[in-house]
């Protein structure tokens, strides 16, 4: 979300332009991936509970889809604006051409706070988003997924609601489904799990065991929870999490030196994301402010919450132990703290590589859906995992063998990759 002066498209622009430059793309290629293609806007007027109608603001970015259609999640979010999703729509782009899937990028979302609706005010929401857009979407042409504070259930009425409009049965047309209407084994756990095989290979290339590492995480939603399951399960120790706290209005931190068991925090969290604070303490949990993960002597930092966590006010608080920054979350460093991170030499994966597991689960899903035939759990990670190592190694050999920077390598890649599709096309 934006905050303050911030704003996440101009970020992105900044760090586009500084890769158009340095592949020296030709003026018409930079002026058509500087901006999306499309983008629309609209009304979304639901009626409430209490019989009262209020109206949301909806929008959808296609920002590019010289590789395939539109792909990228629908947010739901009180601090929502559009340049979040023009920046998360042009990320998805290179998100989706760094692990090399035959799609393009785009991003939706509406203002508004799910914490704060019923389920029946949510539905609406997700059927009127639907309505506005349906003949701008489709499974040929643009593909919506979860993100921030939405989920399956989401998707679903979302799905049934362009299968009423269009009157075929279309399970292409979204991602992240519940299991048995015609979601993928796997996509809960995709993104989180994601991350963490690029942490192992990142880890194994820097020499370091990562059964005696200990990690810091900021978030404590999907993709945090997954990727603290799989960081546990390959040894590691995650002893910090953050957590936002909607009745305190602030973010807190959990720590757990001996360990942090996230399905015994989930199991004290309720269905706003709020962890119960007596229990934790019982539980033997510290409660430390927010931006006390930040400032944890481990091995690794996973930012996995909003965009603009680690910047200019915070990015000195990184302890001398850390040797690496999973980016879980979407555009969660500004330029500033990046520079800072660079020249401390810190290895960084960056998010649209790191956090692209999920949307790698979403185009298997989205091939299981067209086969109709669909693969066991363990089919799937293990070609998400392929995918992941892959694309992970991709970027790494090319930033040590350039000697630059994590983030410069895979922006060069994905760039280079979707600049190349708008020229064999004819576009520029
Ligand atoms: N919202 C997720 C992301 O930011 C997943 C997108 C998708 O599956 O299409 O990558």
Request: aromatic share 10%; net charge neutral; with cysteine.
């Amino acid at each position: 979300m934006s905050e303050g002066s911030f704003n996440p498209f101009k970020m992105a622009q900044q760090q586009f332009d500084a890769i158009a430059e340095n592949l020296q793309l030709d003026e018409a290629t930079k002026e058509l991936l500087r901006n999306p293609d499309r983008e629309y806007h609209f009304n979304i007027p639901i009626r409430m509970d209490d019989g009262t109608y209020k109206v949301f603001r909806g929008y959808r970015c296609q920002h590019n889809d010289a590789r395939g259609p539109s792909k990228g999640g629908i947010r739901f979010h009180p601090q929502e604006t559009v340049d979040t999703v023009r920046a998360l729509s042009m990320w998805m782009t290179w998100k989706t051409a760094v692990v090399d899937i035959p799609l393009g990028g785009g991003k939706g979302g509406v203002i508004c706070d799910p914490r704060n609706l019923s389920l029946r005010e949510q539905e609406a929401i997700c059927r009127g988003w639907v309505r506005q857009i349906a003949r701008n979407v489709g499974p040929l042409q643009d593909v919506p997924a979860p993100d921030v504070m939405t989920n399956g259930q989401h998707m679903l009425w979302m799905l049934d609601e362009y299968e009423r409009i269009t009157g075929v049965k279309a399970p292409g047309f979204i991602t992240g489904k519940p299991l048995g209407s015609g979601g993928s084994l796997g996509r809960t756990e995709a993104t989180g799990y994601g991350v963490m095989y690029t942490v192992r290979e990142a880890l194994k290339e820097l020499n370091i065991d990562i059964s005696k590492t200990t990690a810091s995480f900021q978030g404590f939603g999907n993709v945090s929870q997954y990727a603290i399951d799989l960081y546990t399960q390959y040894g590691g120790k995650a002893i910090a999490v953050s957590s936002w706290d909607n009745k305190e209005k602030k973010a807190i931190t959990y720590k757990k030196l001996s360990g942090i068991d996230w399905k015994e925090l989930l199991s004290i969290t309720n269905r706003f994301g709020e962890v119960d604070q007596q229990k934790a303490l019982e539980l033997g949990y510290e409660i430390l402010p927010g931006d006390a993960w930040i400032q944890q002597e481990v091995d690794i930092l996973v930012p996995a919450a909003l965009e603009n966590q680690i910047n200019a006010s915070n990015v000195n608080m990184i302890k001398p132990t850390v040797k690496l920054i999973a980016e879980g979350a979407n555009g969660p460093t500004t330029p500033e703290a990046d520079e800072v991170i660079k020249a401390r030499g810190i290895w960084v994966i960056p998010d649209f590589l790191a956090n692209a597991g999920g949307v790698t689960c979403s185009y298997f899903e989205q091939v299981q859906c067209n086969m109709n035939y669909f693969w066991t759990r363990q089919e799937v990670l293990e070609k998400l995992d392929q995918k992941m190592t892959h694309a992970y190694h991709a970027v790494s050999d090319l930033a040590k063998s350039r000697k630059i920077y994590m983030r410069d390598a895979a922006y060069l890649i994905s760039i280079s990759r979707v600049a190349e599709a708008c020229k064999l096309r004819g576009w520029v």
